[in-house]
């Protein structure tokens, strides 16, 4: 038997919740929003690492509930059942995406986010690439070996890739850097994403001092108890 201990939990399910399913009301907003993205894109012609537009303002969900509590559901089994947590999370933004044939998106992490979730209502090409902690596999972790690999694995990759269709929707740690691989589709590719922090009471030990948290707004902490 092998143990994956410490490992990095990735979620993903293939829904049927595809682009067909959304109202006109729901399209319509999308549509809005991917006319920003070309705004966006004008701007940012000349960034040389990053071809896919971004509608950055922070709050699309909270134009679309139906498709907000969709991803909320998932979010729920990610926290509950994933994670195992006691408290409760707390959505702190969310964005929209479009990727043209052969736009792709630059390897990042989102800083201060316990999780993030990435939902493809409409996606025919590319793929989801995640890259380990430094570039470095489990084995790499304090020194570069030089290894030869019969076959790349969960234990053994720097960088692993996740096919996306259309409907498909992936949670992992905020930590972890993710991008895109190119668009090769004529079809446009969109993706709705949305980061997630703790709302609740957190605890803090170190060998002397126990502190306490507690998290009404996910950006403005209020200290309790030192």
């Not at 143990?3 to 399913?21: A, D, E, H, I, M």
Request: proline letters at 4%; aromatic letters at 12%.
């Amino acid at each position: 038997m092998i143990t994956q201990l410490w490992g990095v939990p990735v979620y993903k399910q293939s829904t049927n919740q595809t682009l067909s399913t959304f109202s006109d009301e729901e399209i319509d907003i999308l549509k809005t929003a991917r006319e920003e993205c070309d705004v966006a894109k004008d701007m940012r012609q000349n960034h040389p690492t990053q071809t896919e537009i971004i509608k950055t303002d922070g709050n699309i969900l909270t134009k679309l509930e139906r498709v907000n509590n969709f991803i909320q559901t998932h979010a729920e089994i990610y926290a509950k059942q994933v994670i195992c947590m006691k408290q409760d999370i707390k959505q702190t933004s969310s964005w929209f995406t479009v990727a043209k044939k052969g736009d792709w998106h630059r390897p990042h992490f989102h800083r201060h986010t316990l999780f993030s979730v990435c939902y493809y209502p409409k996606a025919y090409s590319g793929n989801l690439i995640l890259t380990a902690d430094k570039g470095k596999n489990s084995f790499q972790q304090d020194y570069f070996l030089g290894l030869e690999y019969t076959e790349y694995n969960a234990y053994n990759c720097q960088t692993w890739s996740i096919p996306i269709s259309s409907g498909d929707i992936v949670i992992f740690p905020g930590s972890v850097s993710h991008g895109t691989s190119e668009n090769e589709s004529e079809k446009e590719r969109w993706m709705i994403g949305a980061n997630y922090w703790v709302s609740g009471t957190l605890s803090f030990h170190d060998e002397l001092d126990l502190s306490l948290i507690h998290i009404s707004e996910p950006t403005r902490p209020e200290r309790i108890s030192y």
